[in-house]
């Protein structure tokens, strides 16, 4: 059983298309975030949610619109999609409680490789 | 906030040797978490291993072990024995103190290319 899936892997699209990113996770955390991985893979924060509320909303252009309809699904909904936009999104989930034996850890997903052309 | 430094942007070892992957961070918080992540070049996170600020001892997971340097605030990940399927990028990360409703993730450094050569 997948921990945290999303899909699709890859999406290759055209300039000023509008496309989603679906992420699910079975282990019963309460955040979820999305993650950007850059073409030199850097990793940077996009956006986490705390049982359905938006807690982190970093500087991510408004084209950009997550959505979390329970605490195990986070979608990203991307409109108008740029050159720029090409990278590869990472969803990922984790238990942030600060009770005993909880880390912080980020579980991931196996990343979306998005291609604008 | 956090900030993660990993000074290495690529290191080439020969197999069966240890290699060190330098870390550094910086934080005000008085209790944070640090973590090594390893990306094959098939894309996906893997956790290796985690060190908490009031952990005493270096953790260990395996051929993985965390030199943990609090006063430095260094967190080096040692790697013993290298083997050839332990190229990839990898990367530090840490978190700051949990808060209360709070959903900060990891902070990420830029990572480092490790290539183990026969």
């Known amino acids: 059983d997948t921990a945290v899936s999303q899909t699709p892997k890859y999406l290759v699209t055209q300039m000023g298309n509008d496309k989603s990113i679906k992420c699910e996770q079975n282990l019963g955390h309460d955040t979820m975030y999305w993650y950007k991985q850059d073409s030199k893979k850097f990793l940077k924060i996009m956006f986490s949610?705390?049982?359905?509320?938006?807690?982190i909303n970093e500087t991510v252009p408004n084209r950009f619109s997550p959505k979390s309809p329970d605490k195990a699904h986070l979608n990203l909904h991307i409109n108008s999609l740029e050159l720029g936009d090409s990278a590869v999104y990472f969803c990922?989930?984790?238990?942030?409680?600060?009770?005993?034996?909880?880390?912080?850890?980020?579980?991931f997903g196996e990343g979306s490789r998005l291609t604008v052309l | 906030a956090q900030k993660i430094t990993q000074t290495q942007p690529g290191m080439f070892v020969q197999e069966k040797e240890a290699v060190t992957l330098d870390c550094t961070y910086d934080t005000s918080d008085q209790s944070y978490g640090l973590f090594w992540y390893k990306q094959p070049s098939s894309g996906e996170m893997i956790f290796l291993i985690y060190?908490?600020?009031?952990?005493?001892q270096n953790a260990t997971e395996g051929r993985y072990s965390l030199n943990f340097q609090k006063a430095r605030k260094s967190a080096n990940l040692v790697i013993s024995a290298s083997q050839l399927g332990d190229s990839a990028m990898y990367f530090c990360a840490m978190r700051g103190e949990f808060k209360r409703g709070g959903a900060d993730g990891l902070t990420f450094g830029k990572g480092t290319h490790l290539i183990i050569q026969p």
């Open positions: 949610y705390n049982n359905k509320e938006l807690i």
């Open positions: 060190q908490g600020s009031y952990d005493e």
């Open positions: 990922a989930s984790s238990q942030d409680r600060g009770l005993a034996g909880e880390t912080g850890e980020l579980f």
